[in-house]
Structure formats: structure tokens, C-alpha cells
């Protein structure tokens, strides 16, 4: 056992670390695990589910602007961005990694000897910056104490999801004329660099392991931590991603705490993600950006094979910026489908983006009242189609357009409590009880779209 491990388990075998002594509730958020009883959510240490959501954005980690999409002021504002989550009752972001050095800091010291392509010293990759390893945890900590867990984003593939102008090889580390060990990872030298994320050269795999084991042995003692693998990869790396699961697994089975670990998809790399032994995905479309595609217009149902935290940076996030309707919409489908809900967005003052912030928080605050360890997507037994049921017992039902809906009932005795939560505004609204035995149909109050939610008395 090396002796940062060594020191970490003394630590807490003295009591000296301790998620609960760390927890501002005074509860231990975790480690997290996959809830036994559902599957589709994870779990805190005593046992109670926890259903995640939260909006995450491109900074959260590191300064740097993306051509054509961020044009935040640097340096990002991380306590107003927490501020933000915790007013609309958020508890998940997503914590970004960029591997081009236009974004700071990055893992490794540009201390040279040489030059790189931008005229700044050569990156050491046998060493580590501390900044970057400080402010990753200096910033999961923060949100911790807002009781907010941080899914850490090891890598990122969408710079070479194809070959572009706007994301250059020659700002990766890995370019042979940008690191002191004269690394390449572009052996074919077509200018790609897509290698860098698969398993064909064994000196980056080594120095991303090193990267990773650096990155896990910084948090670990953490209890808000979840591990990402890598932002949309593309199929070429897939062995890759499920290698660096297993390689995160082992190096946690020597520490004090093991966290969940994810691996996300896009395109067609959801079977990829369900196969590859990680704890949690998100899920994607083939059909990504377009309005009528069922992730986006009517989400399938979580099948609890796996926790899914369904993300609309990987559906299409452009869709969802101006619409407020559309979104809150999404967010409301996606919750009574079984799926746990993040926005990918911008911080703006976009209606969507506020409309989908509210929702989020709304669904967080449902869930906190409701026994998710029960509750499963039912979409046949509403006639709306969309429902989490306990059966006989709980009932979230989602009116997208307001107006009647059948609840099927009959396999339910007893008597239910009926509440009705308008989406737009205003606080929850009672109704009469309904008897179960039968297919009842009720109507929401007022127009608009509406939550109905039913409890037996």
C-alpha cells in the first residue's frame, strides 16, 4: 500500500475524516450506493434513496471559453453559480474537465524544458499541478456544504467527436511538440488525435491512470463524489471507457470509500454504457437536437438496469433555451418515466433554462415527500401516460396539458388522498379523496399543466 493510502485509511480509523462529521446536515450523504430496492435511483448510507437533479455548465471547473457557445466573464463565479442551485433546491452537478490547454488549470505543470506550440513551456507529464487538484477539491467541498453531490468528469470526447478548427490537436497536451516526454498521441498523424481515448498507446494510458489514480485519492475521503469516465464518447472508445471503470474500481477497493462511477453515452453507445460494469449512465439519442425525438419528446421509461441521470446536454440541449413549456415539460416526463433529471445550460436568463430550474427543484421536493425506494414508471396505468407508481399505495401522475386523467385504480383498495401541484405557479391544491377498485377519472382545478399525486389514506 503506498502512503497515501496509508495515511488516508489512519485518518479514519482515528475518526479524524468522516462523512458525517463533513455532512452539513449532520447526516452522512454518502458514499452513495445503487438503492437495492430501486435500482433506478442511488442510496445514502442508511439506506434512503436519493433522487438527483441539478443544472451543471461548462465552467464549473476550469476557466476557459468554448467558441460559439460560452462567453461568461473569467473567472467563473462558482459561489453565485452554488447559490444558484441551492435557491432552486438542486443537490447534482457535474463537475467538466477540458483536455485542451486553452482551458486552466490542467492537471500536469507547464515547467518545461522547451516550448510548446503556443510558446509557453512544455508540459511535465511525470508530474502534477497542484492548483488543479486544490481547486478540485476546494470546489467539491463547496458544494458539498450546500448539500450538493459532484459527479467528477475525468475526461472529455467531444473535442474529437470530429475533426475541427475550433478544438486543434496542437492545444493537447498530448502532442508530441506540447510535452517534455514526447508523448503522441496522434501516432497515425492525421491530425485527429482520437487515439488519445482508446486503449493503442500504452505511455497515454499510463499517464492518464496516473492522472485518475491523482484525482480519486484527492476526494476520496469526499462524501458528495461520484466518478465520470468521459463526456460523450464515441464508440472508438468504448474498451477504453469500460477499462478506466474497472481501473477506478480498483483503485478505490484500496481506500477508505468507493463512489459511484459512471460511464455516458451519446449516439449509439447505450448498450456500451449498460455493459461496461459502471454504476450510473446517461443515457442519448441518435436523433440529438431535433424536437420530436423520444428522449427530448417523450422519454422511455427507466427499466432499472442501471441508474440513469438523463442529461440534455446528451439529448440536445439547444432545444431547450427559450422554451419554458417545453422544457418544464421534459423535466416532469422524464421524473415520472424513473429517471433522474440534469439540464445542461449557460446560467442565463433564458425562460427555458429558469423554467427547467424550477421544475428540477419541483421534482427534487416531490421526491423528498414520496417513497422512492417503491416507486416505478407505470406509464399504462394513467392515461396520460405518465406515472410512478407504487401500486395501491403512491401515484405521481404528469398532466402535460392539464384537463381530465384516468387513473387505473382497481387493483388499489382503500381510499386516496388527492393533491393536485400546478406547474407554473402556486402551491399544492387538495381534492376530495377518491376510492380505489376502479378506474377513477379526475380533473385538474384550473388550466394549465399539473402534477396529481395520490396517497392511500
Not at 474498451?239 to 455516458?264: N, Y
Not at 456500451?272 to 449512465?281: E, I, M, P
Request: aromatic residues 10%; glycine residues 8%; hydrophobic residues 40%.
Amino acid at each position: 500500500m503506498n502512503p497515501t493510502r496509508w495515511i488516508l485509511l489512519a485518518l479514519v480509523s482515528t475518526g479524524f475524516l468522516s462523512p458525517a462529521l463533513r455532512s452539513e446536515s449532520g447526516r452522512p450523504m454518502g458514499p452513495l450506493r445503487v438503492c437495492l430496492a430501486n435500482p433506478r435511483y442511488f442510496a445514502d448510507p442508511s439506506g434512503n434513496p436519493v433522487y438527483l437533479t441539478g443544472s451543471h455548465t461548462w465552467q464549473s471547473l476550469q476557466d476557459g471559453i468554448l467558441p460559439g457557445f460560452t462567453k461568461v466573464a473569467q473567472p467563473f463565479d462558482y459561489v453565485g453559480y452554488l447559490n444558484l442551485l441551492q435557491t432552486n433546491h438542486h443537490n447534482f452537478i457535474r463537475l467538466w474537465r477540458w483536455e485542451l490547454f486553452n482551458h486552466v488549470p490542467q492537471p500536469w505543470p507547464r515547467s518545461g524544458p522547451g516550448s510548446a506550440l503556443d510558446g509557453r513551456p512544455r508540459f511535465n507529464l511525470r508530474a502534477f499541478d497542484s492548483s488543479y487538484f486544490d481547486r478540485l477539491r476546494s470546489r467539491v467541498i463547496a458544494a458539498r456544504d450546500r448539500g450538493i453531490y459532484v459527479s467528477i468528469m475525468l475526461f472529455e470526447d467531444w473535442i474529437f467527436m470530429n475533426k475541427r478548427a475550433d478544438h486543434p490537436l496542437e492545444q493537447h497536451p498530448f502532442h508530441k511538440s506540447n510535452n517534455t516526454s514526447d508523448l503522441d498521441g496522434d501516432p497515425n498523424g492525421d491530425g485527429w488525435g482520437i487515439e488519445i481515448h482508446t486503449l493503442q498507446i500504452p505511455e497515454v494510458l499510463e499517464i492518464q491512470k496516473a492522472y485518475a489514480r491523482k484525482v480519486v485519492e484527492t476526494v476520496n475521503d469526499l462524501d458528495n463524489v461520484l466518478f465520470e469516465i468521459c463526456n460523450e464518447g464515441g464508440q472508438h472508445t468504448r474498451d477504453w471507457q469500460h477499462a478506466m471503470v474497472r481501473f477506478i474500481k480498483s483503485v478505490e477497493a484500496d481506500l477508505p470509500w468507493q463512489h459511484p462511477v459512471g460511464m455516458t453515452s451519446v449516439g449509439d453507445m447505450n448498450e456500451a454504457c449498460l455493459k461496461s460494469g459502471a454504476h450510473w449512465t446517461s443515457l442519448a439519442t441518435t436523433g440529438w437536437d431535433q424536437p420530436k425525438d423520444p428522449w427530448t419528446s417523450d422519454p422511455p421509461p427507466a427499466l432499472g438496469q442501471m441508474v440513469c441521470l438523463l442529461d440534455t446536454d446528451h439529448i440536445g440541449w439547444k432545444i431547450f433555451v427559450r422554451d419554458a413549456g417545453f422544457t418544464r415539460a421534459w423535466v416532469w416526463k422524464s421524473f415520472t418515466r424513473g429517471h433522474n433529471t440534469l439540464l445542461m445550460e449557460n446560467l442565463s436568463d433564458d425562460e427555458g433554462w429558469k423554467a427547467g430550474r424550477a421544475a428540477m427543484g419541483q421534482t427534487r421536493r416531490l421526491a423528498q415527500r414520496m417513497n422512492m425506494a417503491a416507486l416505478v414508471p407505470r406509464p399504462d396505468l394513467a392515461s396520460s401516460g405518465y406515472c410512478l407508481a407504487n401500486p395501491g399505495q403512491e401515484y405521481v401522475v404528469y398532466l402535460p396539458s392539464g384537463g381530465d386523467v384516468t387513473v387505473d385504480l382497481e387493483s388499489a383498495a382503500g381510499t386516496f388522498k388527492v393533491e393536485w401541484i400546478p406547474l407554473a405557479q402556486g402551491a399544492p391544491l387538495n381534492a376530495a379523496a377518491i376510492a380505489g377498485g376502479a378506474k377513477r377519472t379526475v380533473s385538474a382545478p384550473i388550466p394549465g399543466d399539473f402534477v396529481l399525486v395520490l396517497r392511500r389514506l
